[in-house]
């Protein structure tokens, strides 16, 4: 799986001309006392510049530090090391690790294969495969790249060799990774219940409708799209394959189970299942399927200390940016703009869903999170709006922000796993953005699709 979970893709958004005359206009507002101003303006230039995302945040609340005087640069070291110093937290390395395991541990392949059996006999059948293994896989890894880039490399080779469009093929994968993050576990969910001071087991069990109502518009889409292009069925419906295909993915199946229904039950706490789910993983990987040999188990371990390091860099760096936005009371200032539509729950909630899509195009999904939960939340819940609700609904949006451009985390990678353009990839995903989007706002405008499971099980 290619590492670039957290990391900007590392080109530059805009020409050189208009960078160097965004960099110029920076340190006119620095010269001129525009101290916030300039925060935003460098932050912004250098997300434009193509500079990972994590040093864009630090880098430029250093900066507005030094230039504003207001408080001693050790402050910011203070801040980072606060900002990941939360318990919860641990829950992602071992959700990192367990979705690297069942990706390097050939757990992918079985989940795949059963999933072709379930539903290859629609039209348009390795689409709705594609769906419903991104909705299995979702239970293990929480993350949308890892669902892109471990289930991406066998889906849309599969996709290809049976005909298929190769933008569809990548534009379904790429819509479909997003429901990773909302079906738990999720690593998105983990960064917004420490920020929010939320519950993570209710984050989790309040994503478990929302995901599947994604998988459903995206396989409506599928068939649709199947119909008017005269995609044909990929298999016969056999009951002997299927019955085959479940024992070979039995054991893998039990994943999402053991770590939903333990943190429902109230087994295990969120990082508890986490680590419960790495130790299940080693356990398929290297006694049952005996596919992790020693050499690949120390690369998975490389890759997901690399990842968890990129990961706690930017909430340290996004803690900083959040930690100046409140005490230059930010907040206040935001609840004032909304102060026309305080009284109205259903305008507020549409005007916060533009400003997360519109972030979401051009930040990462944890630096979102971690600076516009401090800034956002308290006018959510002014407006009535609970906690959990708009976790989701925050998360939702900032999934559909990873398919936009001009960041499109997932569509770079999928661009590396196809070898396909990435402006070829986005074209195949446009098409997938209007159920996704249909499926934000009904999460957003009927709350008991996320509430009603956190409401019956913990309240």
Known sequence: MPNTMTLSPGRM??????????????????????????LFASLFTMLVMGVPIAICLAGSCLIYVYLSGQVPDIVVAHRMINGVDSFPLLAIPFFILAGNLMNNG?????I????????????????????????????????????????????????????????????????????????????????????????????????????LLMGVVLMIMIAILARRRGYKRDAEFSLKTLRVTFARAFLSLMTPIIIVGGIITGMFTPTEAAIAAVVYALFLGTVVYRTLTWRRLMQVSMETIETTAIILLIVAGA???????????????????????AD??????????????????????????TILVPVLLPVAVNAGVDPVHFGV???????????????????????RVSNIPFERCMRGTLPFLVPLVLALLMVTFIPALSMWLPELIYR
């Open 106 to 110: 050939g757990i992918t392949t079985r």
């Open 13 to 38: 958004i805009v020409p050189p001309v208009v960078a160097a005359l965004a960099v110029l206009f920076c340190v006119f507002l620095a010269f001129q006392g525009h101290y916030m101003s300039f």
């Open 393 to 415: 609904i925050m998360v939702l949006n900032l999934m559909i922000g990873l398919l936009t451009p001009p960041v499109g985390m997932v569509i770079y990678v999928l661009s």
């Open 319 to 341: 803690s900083i940016f959040a930690w100046i936005l409140t005490s230059n009371q930010v907040t206040q200032h935001v609840m004032t703009l909304f102060g026309p539509f």
């Open 112 to 211: 795949f294969d059963f999933a072709l059996a379930l539903m290859g006999w629609m039209r348009g059948g390795l689409g709705h495969v594609n769906v419903g293994a991104s909705i299995v896989f979702s239970g293990m890894s929480g993350a949308a790249v890892a669902d892109a880039g471990g289930l991406g490399t066998i889906e849309i080779k599969a996709m290809r060799d049976a005909g298929y469009d190769q933008e569809f093929a990548v534009g379904i994968t790429a819509a479909s990774s997003t429901i990773g993050p909302i079906i738990p576990p999720s690593l998105p969910m983990v960064i917004y219940g420490v920020m929010a001071g939320a519950s993570v087991g209710q984050l989790f069990v309040a994503g478990l409708v929302p995901g």
């Open 344 to 369: 109205n729950p259903w305008m507020v909630l549409l005007l916060i869903n533009l400003v997360l899509i519109l972030v979401g195009c051009f930040m990462e999904t944890i630096a979102a999170i």
